[in-house]
DNA sequence: GTGAAAGCGCTAACAT
DNA sequence: ATGTTAGCGCTTTCAC
């Protein structure tokens, strides 16, 4: 009587059938039936076939965390963004999530809000045994206070990582950059082609290795156009809300003709600031800005942007991570993949002349 | 000597040490030690220390896997979204992450890219034993088939879940909806308020719960008002790229004064649109969108739109589920929890008269 | 205060 | 063709 009672609430609560239920209801041993649910040819075709049905009709399957306690891997990746609502970041991990999806791999996500505190906590919790592998944009303020010990620790545990977009030499591990230094001097060069040669430079991510570098791109572009740096003309934008106040300083203080937002938000906040202030784009000051998404083109006028090709980079990554969970054997050197980007031209750049 | 070299050998490769590694070192039972990291009090305080500092100066992390088995809980939720290039869902994915982190919880998060096969192949992936709990929106293709089998499997599994946003009658779990029917109707009222009386609706998800619910609030709007329902004004847009077609048919072949987009990226096509046709916003035409994302601001001119509050429900849905695993005790009703719209009138409409 | 033993669900080398 | 055993890393009851 207990026992049917047991029965009965088992199946309302559909207790998950383990292969030590499936051996008892054929007075077999669990081991036979292991290799019978893998297709062991150790096991006779007949009982095979039954104990196949059987765990079809009980629903079956195999149990996880056991699976991944024995093989010590998870199929899960890590992955760790700055900020989700960043269109950009948010095509990256689009093309991780398509990815892993072929291969079968779980993506456990995490934000680090661009915070040092929250990344370090995410990456703690992250440890090996969790994720098989981590895919890493490192944060801005992490950058900033060039402190990696976090990912270092998971370095040291072996934990196989590639890194994106915000990448650092002082971490050796495979990566997938964007040719953000060619990415500046493109950006910069194409106004100088058409006559801009005070341009203004509004970087959320002054301390990241990609506003870096594309500083430094701009920076070579203007070298070779013998127009002199003028410091003043880059804002580093910690906070946001700063922009119009900067912005409407520098349009009565200096004399502008183009403006570069770093990313897709702060070039599209820079063009209504601009137009606020009656300043016609591009016919009085023309504005690029980076990241191609909708908001770039559907903005008026339409932004003339850097495209990045995030699902593209989100894709790499992902792949190359991939490759080097299951092909450990041959422990090839690092590959630093380098995306470039492409200039999209749109209505809030003057023509060249 | 010998272990001298192990050690070292061990520093190099980090290969993680357990409970046992640490037993053997002390001479002492595992379970003795397993006591002394939970901090038993069977443990005698000098042990304990001893313990304690070996295994921070070793790195000892408990192992993951071996927890979960154990404790037959993963401290990992599932989510499952359609498409994440989307701002409300983004937005949504950012309140539940929040949450998430805040309770340490990992989440695995998964695209169904608004297909039934992939939403179907992901659920699989996801069974128990991968996560405790799932929360999901149903992708539009699947509220159209009608086909919750997946869904409905993981459940008889006794998967605990809520739904938020698209959600459905034949699943009873908690839910997190918007009130989509209030959604529908406000905008509605609002054009009619502003004596636009030939409404344009156009629906990417018409076959969803929450589409339908806003066509149903918006079709009352009008019969309240005492104006005809024209079905012919509903576009079910299936298809983005046919958009433009027709919209231009609908601009030749009908007097309208009003369109409403019931996403963000659909609104501000069809201003675009408008505009190019060379009709006015909002003095010829004005719409309405949904999701108060950057796009809704920052466009020329901006749009009135509907705001969902996306990162709201996101955290309440974490919530709500959370609750439900860790006070599994009382295993009260589920609930419904309807966040309310607000309607946020910017420059695409006119103004009452 | 410490340890032995069983068990979570599964696999695999080694019997029989 | 099938079973035994050991083990993945950890917790926990029960002895000592």
Redesign the interface.
Known sequence: MVNIAVESIGMA??K?ITLKDMARHFGVSISTVSKAMNNSPEISAGLKEKIHTYAVTM?Y?P????L??RR?R?R?IGVVVPN??N?FF??V??GI??VA?ER?Y??????SDESFE?ES??LQ??????VDGILMSLSEETQRKKDLSALQ?LQ???LPMVLFDRVSDRISCDKVVVDDFEAGYKATTFLLQRACTSIVWVTPIGASSVGRLRLKGHQRALEEAGIPFDANLVVDLHDPTDLEAIIHWLLEHKKVDAMVGLDE?TA??L??LVREKGLAVPQKISIIGFTNG??SQ???PALTTVSQHGKYIGESAAKLLVERLEHSSPPKEFTTKVVKTQLIERDSTTKPH
Do not use: E, F, W
């Not at 779980?106 to 934000?111: D, E, Y």
């Not at 919790?125 to 969790?130: K, P, V």
């Open positions: 609560k559909n998950n629903q399957r149990n996880k965390m056991a991944s306690l010590k998870s899960t989700i609502l269109h948010a095509q991990l689009y999530q398509k999806a079968n779980h993506v456990i996500s995490c934000i929250k906590k995410t919790l992250l440890d090996a045994g969790t620790k040291h545990q072996g938000l599209v906040r063009l209504q909708p908001l559907y903005v008026t």
